[in-house]
């Protein structure tokens, strides 16, 4: 071999070395959700969105290795636990039950979460302001906003005396959002039934359950799994034309009627920034939790149409979208 050739190969060699180191070398960052990848699609992409904000992008500068429960909460605490023994920087994780699954599992591995509740009642933090530990992150505040829900739902059906809740009975935050309701409904002079549904084959079931009992009107709490499920939970609710309000532009989007809530895109890209100071050197205890500051109420007239439901005029003025 001749000696430039040499000297190229070594080059070469040490350029391939220090590829390889650098690749090695990328933070590894754990992400833990309680849902499927197919449907956190557009929350995921906003999570990349905050991340890349701070400098870190998949598979250039940061490694993200997913952990998908796919609707089964109780996979949670086994994936958390494989999660931690790959010792990551740090671990996002997506929904109520998946921050609770991975903080159970590691007292030191930071955690950033974006989910639902209120995560001091959760025990997941210490408070909103100084989070404590190694645990902050980002909160949608779905169940604290379903008086607001209930006023809007009202507004839509004022004659509606028997409301409907649905809910997820494995889902915690939901069942005690459905006892909240009963008990504001009972001040206001409202019914309000807990209907139960934990699977897409429970649906049918409810449904007739809830025209048996003459539900006038239907709000259907936080669930990462009810949201999953929003398509075959809009199809089966269609027939019976019950005025419904949802926690999530998700399920306008697929054909319901009216959602109002947090910004979901909003409140992950602000997760994936957290975890980008995180992977920076900024301390979970530090960063205190971050809470909405945008709220959007979506009304789709086209689906109002089909189902023969007028929607008030004020209402309509308050919609920050309205889908015709």
Known sequence: MKRREFVVGLIGASFASRSAYAQSAMPVLGYLSS??????????????????ETGYVDGT????????????????????????????????????????????A???IPIVFA???????LGLVASLGQPGGNVTGVTHLIAELSGKRLELLRELAPK????????NPNYPAGVAEGGELQARGQALGLTIHV???????????????????????????????LIDLREALVRTAAPYAIPAIY??????????????GASIGDSYRKAGAYAGQILKGAKPADLPVLQPTKFELVINLKTAKALGIAVPLTLQAQADEVIE
Not at 211 to 219: F, G, R, S, V, W
Not at 251 to 260: N, P, R, T
Request: proline letters at 4%.
């Open 35 to 52: 849902r499927s990848r197919a449907d956190v699609i557009a929350p995921l992409q906003e999570f990349q969105r905050g991340l890349a």
């Open 61 to 104: 500068t940061v490694t993200i290795e997913y952990c998908w429960a796919e609707g089964r909460y109780e996979e949670l605490p086994r994936l958390a636990a494989e999660l931690v023994e790959r010792r990551p920087a740090v671990i996002a994780t997506n929904g109520n039950v998946a921050a609770i699954a991975a903080k159970a």
């Open 106 to 108: 590691t007292s030191t």
């Open 115 to 121: 989910a639902g509740g209120n995560p001091v009642s």
């Open 160 to 167: 509606a005396v028997r409301i409907g809740v649905l809910v």
């Open 195 to 225: 209907l139960n549904a934990a699977a897409e084959s429970d649906f049918a079931a409810v449904f007739a359950v809830a025209a048996a009992q003459h539900i006038e009107a239907l709000l259907v709490a936080g669930d990462p799994l």
């Open 247 to 260: 926690v999530t532009r998700d399920f306008v989007e697929a054909g319901g009627l009216m959602s109002y």
